[in-house]
């Protein structure tokens, strides 16, 4: 049983399930968490310990990025989203990306500059996407 209201009103509740769950890395979770500079739950990437059948890196390329069911064609673009320096989840925290210099908003098209050419798009210019998957749902 999921004991929701339990949980929101202390959330040692909720790393003890996490500390569980995952008792390699979050051994003593609660008390660790107080832990000035706070505690490593390892980075096996940092470590250079891979899980692989060669003990390597191995990368895959995809054959393409379409996975949409419908081909390329002039003015459709694929879009994709990006989380900014100040969000977590779907949780957003402020309107100030500094990775990318964006102050003030989340309505934000990123575009390349010759695309944009192409498009006849100018920088800072209000655009209007919809959906062309002509699957009957207009987005």
């Known amino acids: ?3 929701w209201d339990e949980w929101v009103g202390d959330y040692a509740k909720v790393r003890d399930l996490i500390e569980a769950s995952y008792p390699e890395k979050f051994e003593r979770f609660n008390q660790r968490l107080f832990t000035p500079g706070g505690f490593c739950k390892g980075n096996p990437a940092r470590e ?5 059948e060669s003990g390597r890196v191995e990368i895959t390329v995809p054959d393409g990025l379409n ?3 419908f ?3 002039p003015g459709r673009y694929r879009l994709i989203t990006l989380r900014s320096n ?3 989840n779907t949780t957003i925290y402020g309107y100030s990306d500094r990775m990318r210099g964006i102050e003030g908003t989340r309505d934000m098209l990123l575009i390349n500059r010759d695309e944009m050419a192409k498009a006849g798009l100018q920088e ?3 655009v209007g996407l919809e959906s062309d ?7």
Do not use: L, P, S
Not at 48 to 52: A, S
Not at 133 to 139: F, L
């Open 124 to 126: 800072g210019q209000v």
């Open 67 to 69: 996975a949409c069911g």
């Open 86 to 88: 100040d969000q977590f």
């Open 48 to 52: 250079r310990t891979w899980k692989t």
């Open 71 to 73: 081909a390329d064609a």
């Open 1 to 3: 049983m999921v004991t």
């Open 133 to 139: 998957a002509q699957d009957g749902v207009r987005r």
